[in-house]
């Protein structure tokens, strides 16, 4: 998607607006990060304290009159329906047509064709096709062996003298503060944890949550997600800690938010942004008009021309007539 580079420029704005409730650029505001999590991937991006080595992951961009350097980089498949649809095929162990899911609630179970799960270019289909085969799912409610598959999803080997995200992608360490949407507030927002809890609580609450078995009297309204909270938390944490290697001290630079000045964050905002060219590239030129006495001066004599016209005129009418 294009969100990840159009939504610095969204968020900047947008705040910047709902501060100076002006077009324009205040002086010395940092660039806020953004990380997105969508369906089929996940972006982050932010402005790195150093240069980065690496241009493939850097943008460059002019708004309000400003030279930007960002970093940037979208993992495909690490979104959140592709990243759990990956951990279901790595907890398939084919042909075996029952699948343990230690992040799903204990007592909760679901089937799935053989088709549902290998329709995607993000796993790896088995050699022997069977597209029918039914696969039931049944849910163990065991977040450490949860959270051991799901970091097997991601390859965290760096070269040397180097610093990465995941998968060998080079990332500078991350800096500033953070507004994580879309996937990441969902969850979160579900959880009661988009306002600024603390790191322990945060993983405590996902603790507790993931060993509760699957009870739908718990939760009483109708919520289609309700079995992928405890798989889609646990997924952030890890790419948030292990992946992006936020830590206990940062953590608190991440704001789950889903609106900014009083606008919802999502990448289709950012783009029609940018796309229609709202934002200026150039910083707003202050035009002056008159000094208010220069102005004032300029009023009175046009009245007292009008007044002293009319008064030409009458006595020109009267001199007339008599
Ligand atoms: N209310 C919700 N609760 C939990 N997950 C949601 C909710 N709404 C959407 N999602 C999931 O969040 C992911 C990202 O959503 P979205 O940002 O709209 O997707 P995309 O960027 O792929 O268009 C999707 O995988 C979707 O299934």
């Known amino acids: 998607s294009f969100g990840w580079i159009t939504i610095n420029y969204l968020l900047e704005t947008l705040v910047k607006y709902s501060f100076a409730e002006k077009w324009e650029h205040p002086q010395d505001t940092e660039v806020l990060g953004a990380l997105d999590l969508g369906g089929a991937s996940t972006q982050i991006t932010f402005q790195p304290g150093v240069t980065t080595e690496d241009n493939s992951t850097s943008i460059f961009f002019r708004l309000y009159g400003r030279n930007y350097s960002l970093y940037t980089h979208s993992y495909l498949c690490y979104g959140q329906t592709q990243a759990l649809k990956m951990l279901l095929a790595a907890l398939h162990k084919v042909p075996h047509p029952l699948i343990s899911h230690p992040c799903y609630p204990a007592g909760y179970w679901e089937n799935v064709t053989m088709s549902d799960l290998y329709n995607s270019p993000c796993v790896h289909a088995p050699s022997t096709p069977s597209p029918a085969q039914v696969l039931t799912v ?47 507030y969902y969850t979160f927002h579900f959880l009661n944890l988009t306002s600024q809890q603390s790191f322990s609580n945060v993983n405590s609450t996902i603790q507790t949550f993931c060993n509760k078995s699957w009870l739908v009297e718990t939760f009483p309204q109708e919520d289609k997600f309700l079995h992928t909270y405890c798989s889609v938390a646990i997924y952030i944490l890890t790419l948030l800690l292990d992946g992006y290697k936020f830590n206990e001290h940062t953590w608190s630079n991440i704001h789950f938010s889903r609106q900014a000045a009083n606008t919802d964050i999502g990448w289709t905002l950012g783009f029609m942004l940018n796309f229609t060219n709202m934002i200026p590239t150039e910083a707003l030129e202050h035009v002056k008009g008159h000094q208010p006495s220069v102005w004032a001066g300029a009023v009175s004599f046009i009245v007292l021309a009008i007044v002293a016209g009319l008064v030409a005129a009458f006595l020109q009418c009267f001199w007339k007539t008599k």
């Open 138 to 184: 049944i849910g163990t409610g065991d977040p450490a062996a949860c959270s051991t598959a799901i970091q097997k999803l991601f390859n965290f080997t760096c070269g040397a003298n180097r610093t990465c995200g995941f998968n060998g992608v080079y990332q500078p360490p991350v800096r500033g503060q953070f507004f994580a949407f879309a996937g990441f």
